[in-house]
């Protein structure tokens, strides 16, 4: 499995961006997607996940109404639309992959991407 993020960048706050993840390697319709970001300094963290079959999605507290995941199957690709970004949005976002119907701990994500990084000035 090779999970390939992008769409990173440099935006101001308020802006938006969409962070795209191409997945190959694997069925992935078996496979529950998060995306994870990692700020300087501090742990990474849960962003929100979908699962693939049926498109269900979970969100952090911190980005829920703002960021939106979605899933292409033809393209087998997953974004996360940002809007409304704030600075403290700024860090190293990863796509994991995890088997499974639900979203578990991150020790459960065996796949990763080599992440994207997005800056949010003020």
């Known amino acids: 499995v090779q999970l390939v993020e992008s769409g990173g960048g440099l935006v101001q706050a308020g802006d938006s961006l969409r962070l795209s993840c191409a997945a190959s390697?694997?069925?992935?319709?078996?496979?529950?997607m998060g995306w994870f970001r990692q700020a300087p300094g501090k742990e990474r963290e849960f962003v929100g996940a979908?699962?693939?079959?049926?498109?269900?999605?979970y969100y952090a507290d911190s980005v829920k109404g703002r960021f939106t995941i979605s899933r292409d199957n033809a393209k087998n690709t997953v974004y996360l639309q940002m809007n409304s970004l704030k600075p403290e949005d700024t860090a190293v976002y990863y796509c994991?992959?995890?088997?499974?119907?639900?979203?578990?701990?991150?020790?459960?994500?065996?796949?990763w991407g080599q992440g994207t990084q997005v800056t949010v000035s003020s």
């Open positions: 994991a992959a995890s088997e499974g119907l639900v979203p578990g701990p991150e020790r459960d994500y065996a796949y």
């Open positions: 390697g694997g069925t992935f319709i078996r496979y529950v």
């Open positions: 979908i699962n693939w079959s049926v498109g269900r999605t």
